[in-house]
C-alpha cells in the first residue's frame, strides 16, 4: 500500500473523537483549576522516575494533558489528520492499543534519556561536593550549562576562597538538581508522533503538503521529521533553553516502528 485516497472513511472515528473530547476536557480542567491556583502537574504530569513526584500513572496521564492553546491544538490537529485515516484502516481497538503504546513508548524513551543526562549531572555533582571550589564550580556550570546570577559570581571572584560563597554554591547546586528531577512532561507529542510515522510507513507516497503548497510525501516528510528532532535532541543536550522532550518525540516513532513491525510480521495483509 503506498498511497491513501480517501472514500467512506468515517471523518471522525470513534476512538480518534474520544481522544479529542479527553484531551479538550482534561485541557479545560486544567486551565479551571489553574485559574484557582490549584496545580494538577505534580499529580499527573510525567516526572523523572527518581523525583518524589513520580508515580506510575504518570506514563498515561501525562499524555491528556497540555500546557497551552497552541500545544493542544496542533497535537489535536495532527491527531485528527493521521488518526482518522489509522483508525479507518485498523478498527478502533488496534488503533487505541497503537496510540497508547506509543505514548507510554515516549515516556519511557523520554525518562531513559533523562536518566543518563541527570545521572551525569548527579556524580558530578558529589564529586564537586567533595572538591568544592571556584574553578571546580565555574568548569561545572559550564560543563553542564547551569545559568548563574552574574552577581553572584562577582561577589565570589573578589573573594575566591571565602567559605560562605564555597556553601552556597552546594546549596545552589542541590536546589538546581531538585528543580531538574522535578520538572513536569506533558503532551499527547510521543503518541501522535507516532501516528505520524505509521501513516509514513503504510502510506509512504502519499502527498501532504506543507503550508498548504508544497507537495512532500509522506515518506520523507516523516524522515525529514525525525531527523530534525534528533538532530535537535542532541543540541538541546548541549546547550539551556530548550524544554522540548525531542527524544520522546523519536521515543513514539521508534515505538511505533517496533510494533508495526510485530503486526506486519504476524498479518502482512494489514500493510501490504
Known amino acids: 500500500m503506498t498511497e491513501f485516497r480517501p472514500g467512506g472513511f468515517q471523518q471522525l472515528p470513534v476512538v480518534v473523537k474520544n481522544l479529542l473530547i479527553i484531551n479538550v476536557l482534561v485541557f479545560l480542567i486544567q486551565y479551571a483549576l489553574g485559574a484557582k491556583g490549584i496545580n ?9 522516575w527518581q523525583s518524589p513526584k513520580f508515580r506510575w500513572w504518570q506514563l498515561i496521564t501525562h499524555m491528556f494533558m497540555h500546557g ?55 556524580d558530578a555533582f558529589i564529586n564537586y561536593q567533595m572538591h568544592p571550589g571556584l574553578p571546580q ?15 553572584s559570581l562577582t561577589q565570589w571572584l573578589a573573594d575566591p576562597d571565602s567559605q560562605d ?9 542541590n536546589d538546581y538538581y531538585m528543580d531538574m528531577i522535578n520538572e513536569a512532561t506533558i503532551g499527547a507529542s ?17 502527498l501532504l503538503y506543507l ?3 508544497i507537495p512532500v510525501k509522506a515518506k520523507w516528510f516523516v524522515a525529514g521529521y525525525a531527523l530534525l528532532e534528533l538532530y535537535s535532541g542532541i543540541q538541546s543536550s548541549n546547550s539551556a533553553g530548550d524544554n522540548i522532550a525531542h527524544f520522546a518525540h523519536l521515543g513514539g516513532m521508534l515505538f511505533a516502528f517496533i510494533l508495526l513491525r510485530i503486526w506486519n510480521s504476524k498479518n502482512r495483509n494489514h500493510f501490504y
Not at 68 to 81: C, E, G, P
Not at 85 to 113: D, K
Not at 138 to 151: N, Q
Not at 190 to 206: D, E, I, Q
Request: aromatic letters at 22%; charged letters at 10%; one cysteine or more.
Open 40 to 48: 494538577v502537574d505534580d499529580l499527573f504530569a510525567l516526572h523523572y
Open 137 to 151: 564550580f565555574m568548569d561545572f556550570i559550564k560543563k553542564h550549562h547551569v545559568g548563574v546570577s552574574p552577581a
Open 68 to 122: 497551552s492553546l497552541t500545544h493542544i491544538f496542533f497535537n489535536m490537529f495532527a491527531l485528527w489528520m493521521f488518526g482518522r485515516i489509522l483508525e479507518n484502516v485498523w478498527g478502533p481497538q488496534r488503533f487505541l492499543i497503537f496510540y497508547m503504546v506509543c505514548g507510554v513508548g515516549a515516556a519511557i524513551c523520554h525518562l531513559g534519556v533523562l536518566t543518563v543526562e541527570y545521572t551525569s549531572f548527579h
Open 165 to 173: 560563597q564555597i556553601r552556597a554554591s552546594k546549596v545552589f547546586l
Open 211 to 213: 503550508y498548504f503548497a
Open 190 to 206: 510521543g503518541a501522535v508522533f507516532g501516528l505520524l510515522f505509521a501513516f509514513g510507513y503504510l502510506f509512504p507516497n502519499t
